[in-house]
């Protein structure tokens, strides 16, 4: 059986996963890979290289590191490298023209998003911050213009209230794997027929602004959790106590409202419990971060910060 000669694109974690399955798969050849180059990391800032480059290395694939994929010089190392396939996940760089004609309609990825729900740079949180009941990952055809390509297939999962950023990450590896072992080998064998996305339904996921993190304790308390569910991975939902930030990171909406309580204003401070008014509903604190500690349980930081119902979270309104 002939093997299909592919060649990997991506930086991530997410990429390593599908990279790691794909050299396992004995319907491809990893013939070479392209990843972003090292990056400074940790307390000394000494290069790492990316999760993709680190699981190649020892494996003797040929790996590029360009800061430009597009130079003709890159281009050509690639080409050389005679993929019958592309295979694009999370890579970090815009592919031009001149890349996509190496193998036209041969450059697949696969972003983490049911097209054409959430094109852009954070599906996935915002996919969680809208309160989506449901998520996954597709499987399209690469064109110039963002995510905009016509669709091979998906995969879904659901989105329950107690899910966050981490957990959906960990579903779209699992699904987004599976999309290049099935799908894309219907596709490369003739079997499956890209489908133009609906243009009417698109909605965008734009990169996640740090400004975002902040509290308005005047929204529902679900929009809240929704905020913390979202911006699990970074940059955490905060808010803000006696002037320093606290950063909140996991809740549960608690219905009712009180009829005298401002929003961000502590309603119930136990040993055990902390619930805080909303602009509708209440929400619970489960485990917050304060500035400057790791993360702990609301019970921790009851022993060490303490609070009594009045107190005011945030910028009272």
Request: net charge positive.
């Amino acid at each position: 059986m002939s093997r299909i000669r592919a060649v990997f694109l991506g930086t991530p974690d997410i990429a390593r996963h599908c990279l790691a399955a794909l050299i396992k798969d004995e319907h491809f050849e990893i013939v070479g890979v392209v990843s972003q180059p090292d990056r400074p990391a940790g307390r000394k800032l000494q290069l790492q290289p990316s999760p993709v480059k680190e699981l190649v290395l020892p494996l003797g694939i040929p790996v590029l590191t360009p800061e430009n994929v597009n130079d003709p010089a890159v281009l050509a190392q690639i080409a050389a490298w005679k993929a019958e396939v592309a295979i694009v996940v999370a890579f970090g760089q815009i592919l031009k023209n001149a890349f996509s004609n190496m193998s036209p309609q041969k450059v697949v990825t696969v972003p983490a998003s049911l097209l054409p729900r959430w094109r852009g740079a954070g599906p996935i949180q915002r996919a969680l911050m809208n309160g989506d009941p449901e998520s996954g990952v597709s499987l399209q055809v690469v064109v110039r213009k963002m995510d905009a390509g016509p669709v091979l297939g998906t995969r879904k999962f659901k989105q329950p209230p107690e899910m966050n950023a981490f957990q959906a990450y960990e579903r779209c590896q699992e699904l987004a794997t599976e999309l290049l072992e099935v799908d894309l080998m219907d596709y490369l064998r003739g079997n499956l027929t890209p489908v133009p996305q609906d243009e009417s339904q698109v909605t965008y996921a734009a990169k996640i602004d740090k400004a975002e993190s902040e509290f308005d304790w005047s929204r529902s308390a679900m929009e809240l959790q929704n905020l913390v569910r979202g911006l699990a991975m970074g940059p955490v939902a905060q808010t803000r106590r006696d002037g320093k930030i606290l950063k909140i990171r996991r809740t549960v909406v608690v219905p009712g409202k009180s009829a005298t309580a401002r929003p961000g204003q502590v309603l119930e401070a136990t040993d055990k419990s902390l619930i805080v008014q909303c602009g509708q509903d209440s929400l619970q604190l489960l485990e917050v971060q304060p500035e400057s500690r790791s993360k702990m349980p609301i019970t921790e930081y009851l022993r060490g910060y303490p609070v009594k119902p009045g107190d005011q979270f945030g910028v009272p309104t």
